[in-house]
């Protein structure tokens, strides 16, 4: 069969060219600049924001090589985003490995550059202080909403003195105006915390927690019809952390959680993002040399086509999501 | 406890002989000759047909290895398949690695001579490819049905020009003549496809496709009753690529895919086959140099001995499908 | 926020220690003597007891060493059993890797020294055996009920013509009146046996075992609220073999067993022994040298904490079990 | 510093883009056209002619992975290549993984297009096999000298009935004429053998063979003089498969063979190639599936460095062989 | 060419049968019983002699994996032990994993029919002590010599209280009578001990110990010497413990000691035992769970073979050792 | 045979407590005050001046679990340094994760209470940025002589605009006066470097670089021998990089580099240092989840025994360096 593509930003063909082969590309997908695309697949290569276990800043890179396996039409929805929309991979944002301060100006300015191109992003971190920039490179006209899935609210003050790291973005993001908290909503959070007083800020400033309890208990379609409400029609931003997912599935994360969604759930949840206005998008905190099998990376590929499928679905008013 | 077996062909005694001692062989089982036997339990260490990543062809081996840690009595049927049949190993089928075509001659072979001496065959592969001359070599009288668990639908027409390899055996297979695509089932089928036309052959000729997005909103019964209804009680294949079964409980497989079955849902639905006329069985694609940690023949291992057990029911009148 | 312990069995600040920093400790925790504290952490590094694969020796240093990952306050409950209770890391019981019969003696011996200080034992093993010489340790006034989470029943009467192994500790336990079968309940129990008659004696003496099965079909509460009442309000151990959870989540384990417990139902179930009169506890079979990647541990790690957060709602009358 | 390169095809400054970050090409260098530079580096994925274990068809992405690791300058002789030349990664041969036939003809179209543009490949395999049609695309005027490393000689006339493989790539090549038997040497040649005969062909045709002994005996310098003094001044091609190195270094290769080169060794070796008249060159077999260290692939990409430098060393009469 | 075998004893045609293919058995040679063999190669799985991290048991079963790659020929020597010699593989002896006394036991019976039906044994461990109860099976006439490469000079008097482990065999095979220490050496000796008196026992009894120091100063070819003139043409055992090789070459095994033999070096020092009368041998301490990749096995295995080919020299008068 | 210790800071019996039991601290010693000790073993769990590959961080800790391997005697010396001196572990220096400047400051400060207690430190990193604080800590009276093992001469000026970092601190520690260049020699170099003007500011300064191919040509004597001239007989550091040892002996480091030395080389220089006046050392960049192996670990804590020992030997005037 004979296809004839809308544009050049296509996949390359797996029936001609081995998933083995060549430069290992977002989803195979050309090199171009941002402002050629629609939707920017960029890698932010920076961790510099862990506590703890390093690694995430390998992630753009393993994700690339495991994409390879991704394919090309959605089989739920039918959706095709490489025929929708423009995608393209469209390099990794320029980072300090040494100077966490800098890193934050240089990646906003890459941010910037892309929207100002017209482009949305959708990123593949890096750990989660990566949203930070990301958000503040957005530039939105009136502060996002927020769907977050995470195992971790990461709205804490500050840890070791320090105001700026994966544990803080979304405080930072809502102090700067970049974040409506009463347009935001984190799901799967769990696991002990260090504090009993840990939830307090979040909760005073109006942010919806659906601990992994609750999501349990509820199931994935009441839970997004609620987050769907929440964020409403206005432009919101879509934060994935892979240890969201449940570590047998993500074991290369620098702070697993057991208990966590199992990928099925993970699909469910990204395919009921589709139709909202999603400005943005990331993935964060796969550190491939926490799994040297690849599967976490494979996962976070395979997670990726999902919210960029669900970013093309509004573009396409025919597709509904399912 | 004194137990005089009704036949020589019994595993190695785990409480005599340590499951780790002594040159692995499937479950412990003698190395018999195919007509001495009921069941000839076969490898086809053959990857010739894999598009993406190999190493199909050491499955057998390891899951022999694995499968020391089989055990004898099915706790829930009370099912003892080596005292109620002759079960044994009998070894792998010949292959050439470097010619795929010889392989198919081979192999069929191969499995003509196990049914003329009146054995049904459980294999381990070997990528997909194996299960068509198997299928050739089975020489039904009549097509058969087809069970079919799987993440891959498999029924493409041809991959880089070549119309034998691992994405195509079912389609091969019904133009044959071999399976009756009336009674064939597919389950567990998901993930993105390469194009939006990639189930119609299947779909044309009649092949019912469950996918993964079903079966979860179904269930492994009210599925396994539809899939009893299609295949009836004529002869019937079944065919289990480990790639049905969720990358976390089986990694090491060439074209992993998220969302899979777990394995209690996998044994739910073997478990569904009892009392069926299967008339040979597969279990493929376990690639071992893709998963260290040996879970995936381990899972491999037990899914064969569930597998070995419904072939088993029929055989003992008395004994129910649970 | 300045938080003043009630005590000086705290865990390190890991917002000021790093994780990853300094000798591991079971939760970062003092290293003290047992008489000093309410519950004492303790590792058994003992696998002469294990028939097949070995390695839990080096299970408590593992565990030790992924606990760093633990926290403080349970985020369902809101306990904190740091606060509770003085909860310390009491070392290792002496064993005799060489000498099976020695290291029984050994580690009863270790125990009645822990009990005779007034502490409660939660203990990190080892292979099962270890369970034998700890409840003769806790030299129980009345035979003990037992909650037991494994995928195995482990009451065997012998293997290999020896008594004393981790297949065998529970029916010796109760043949030495340790433990009372009527008030023994095991969950999770699945997979082949190797003799048709393989619970008859578990059965017969009036130990309950709910298999897998059983467990899928009724949900955790439902089970739960069964143990419950078996235990009833007397003095009860909790014995957590890592081998019920599901391979996937923790592969590194001498006999795994596919279809088990997923965390979150693991998580479930501990949950649901708050407010019981647990007079011990222990979590075994962790074999680290099975799963290089450490989530095995990390699993062990997080359920440690689970339990030790159920031993802890009794001393805090004013907390239900969620 | 400010240094002005002498043209575009400079690898990225790994003082201002971390090594981690961005696609991985070949030793960081921009993607091009064969015809735009001096020496192409190339990848052949391709591992059909494997009679064991496969997977270096994943070898050139792991190796432009592993090789950001790669710096500009060699420390001995002070060559940068990339001052010296215009040097580029010119992506992967066209290849048919599932037809060995169609793939020799693929690349054989491959490298006459390089050679046609007027560029040298360095290439990266891919097994042995790839070394045949790679010579054939060369269409050399005169057959070439070979310098081979290598732990197998490769000259079998079949394997399983079939003339093309990765045992059999030398004797085919001297058949067609495309190397010259008396300007052949084999260095590292070791291991048992399948036959006492083994080497009668290669011996009866005039090739030198140098046993691991031998070198091990007589030293890098005395084997290399001899080497450059059997082929001479004129044209010649190098072949380095990665098992010629100890599996200690290079584990990740589907034959290995102990007691082979210490990269020291190795090194050595390749820096007395410099001055030759090298027509092109090869390094193959790195199987990264059998190696998730990726040790293999880093030690390729070095030795890949260093072939690089020797390649380069004739354009630059000043600089001496070290 | 076709090669008309000497006896039924070969190893499968790695042309015509891969590598891959079938059960694994050592060397890919026939299953057959101890009278019917000239050389029994037989696996000893047992470790309950370990003081720290056990593993071994698993050695005879991965190693007979790991040795389908080795071949027929000695590529130095053109020995072919198959030609030369009946070896088989004779199974493994019977242990019981939790009783080391009663293993003891079983495993001198086992080596005592062995040698009773006139084959010697080529020993794959298990741990070292299980040289002792082979040394009794093989009731010398007079006491062996003894060759031995270790780390470890296993001369310990006891440990934990116990006589009989794996740093003991030989001081307990001394004073059985069954080796004489005037013609026992001991090679590649290395690492710190526990004690300054270590050595002080082997010393007396006139033990030779080479330590790794010496044997780097003095080489291969001169301690070989002098080992030969110290056995002299007695009948002799040898004993090769994996960790006497470099943990790099062999990093699983329980006790690594950096600084060891190089594999070449290994080589060279197994190829000049050729021509001695040996009474039988063994490779002991590979522990596959401590090796995911392998390696260890296969230096083993490729070990075995130059044990192997030494052996057979004698039988071939005509042979020199080179 | 009974001993009894000069003072209570002995490692734990091998003999009596397994070596795989207990929590793991630096070769099995008691913990302590710096104040209490001669020779303070202590962790820098810091890798914020890591530009690439990170890790290093955790160190310190999976050097204490390997450790537990160390024995007590060296085997060459005899040196015993428990018995000569007072050594414990005294825990690790404060850092913090997310702040390279102050960490520097912390770990200043921790080294310089260790000084002012009139221990020496002997320190387990950490990246090689840890090596500058540590010195500043000793506060030398005159700058200190420097012996330095590592691929890298880690003499840049700056890195990504970045001055302090792990490519730096020989050039700061000079700059401030903590080294004086005339006493330095760096051992081992090698690689391909950056820029040709690599090591124009070392060699301007006086730093004696030796790269290893002068090292191989010369050996470990003849190179000892002049570093032990050049920093003569007054107080010198001792810095010892891991990625100095050959990658395939210890691979878990960020930047690796093949051709290293090996272990066997590694001893013998490191006991070439005995009777120097060593004022303190370190052994850096041992990245453990690089290699889950555990090898490099154990590679680095038995190098931590040697120079252990060559600390020890000026103690003990009675020992010459071997």
Redesign the interface.
């Known amino acids: 069969?004979t296809?004839t593509p809308p544009h050049r930003f296509q996949p390359l063909?797996?029936?001609?060219?081995?998933?083995?082969?060549?430069?290992?590309?977002f989803m195979r997908l050309p090199?171009a600049e941002p402002h050629e695309v629609d939707i920017a697949l960029v890698?932010v290569?920076f961790?510099?924001?862990?506590?703890?276990?390093?690694?995430a800043?390998?992630g753009?890179?393993e994700i690339?090589?495991q994409s390879s396996?991704?394919?090309?039409?959605?089989?739920?929805t039918?959706l095709?985003p490489f025929d929708a929309l423009r995608v393209a991979?469209c390099?990794?944002a320029?980072?300090?490995?040494?100077?966490?301060t800098?890193s934050l100006t240089l990646i906003e300015t890459f941010f910037r550059q892309i929207c100002a191109g017209g482009a949305r992003p959708l990123t593949v971190g890096g750990d989660h202080l990566v949203t930070l920039p990301i958000l503040r490179g957005l530039r939105p006209a009136a502060p996002l909403g927020l769907i977050h899935f995470d195992a971790h609210s990461d709205t804490y003050d500050s840890?070791?003195?320090?105001r700026y790291?994966h544990g803080t973005p979304f405080r930072r993001a809502v102090e700067e105006g970049l974040l409506d908290p009463a347009r935001m909503i984190q799901i799967g959070?769990?696991?002990?915390?260090?504090?009993?007083?840990?939830y307090d800020w979040a909760r005073a400033v109006g942010i919806r927690i659906v601990?992994?309890?609750e999501f349990?208990a509820r199931g994935p379609a009441d839970v997004m019809a609620e987050a769907r409400a929440i964020v409403g029609d206005r432009p919101t931003y879509v934060s994935f952390d892979i240890d969201g997912i449940?570590?047998?599935?993500a074991?290369g994360t620098g702070?697993?959680?057991?208990?966590g969604f199992?990928?099925?759930e993970a699909?469910m949840l990204v395919r009921l993002l589709g139709g909202l206005d999603i400005a943005g998008a990331d993935l964060v905190e796969v550190s491939p040399?926490?799994?040297?099998?690849g599967?976490t990376a494979?996962?976070g590929a395979?997670m990726l086509?999902e919210i960029l499928c669900a970013m093309t679905a509004r573009e396409r008013a025919d597709v509904e999501p399912?």
């Open positions: 069969m296809r063909d797996s029936g001609a060219v081995p998933r083995f082969a060549g430069p290992a590309t090199l890698g290569p961790d510099g924001g862990t506590t703890n276990r390093t690694g800043r390998h753009p890179r690339r090589n396996l991704v394919r090309r039409v959605h089989h739920v039918g095709s991979d390099g990794d320029p980072v300090n490995p040494l100077d966490a800098e840890f070791f003195g320090n790291n959070i769990r696991g002990a915390v260090s504090d009993a007083a840990n601990f992994m309890e349990v449940d570590p047998s599935m074991p702070t697993p959680e057991i208990g199992t990928t099925r699909q040399p926490l799994d040297p099998t599967l494979l996962t395979t086509f399912s």
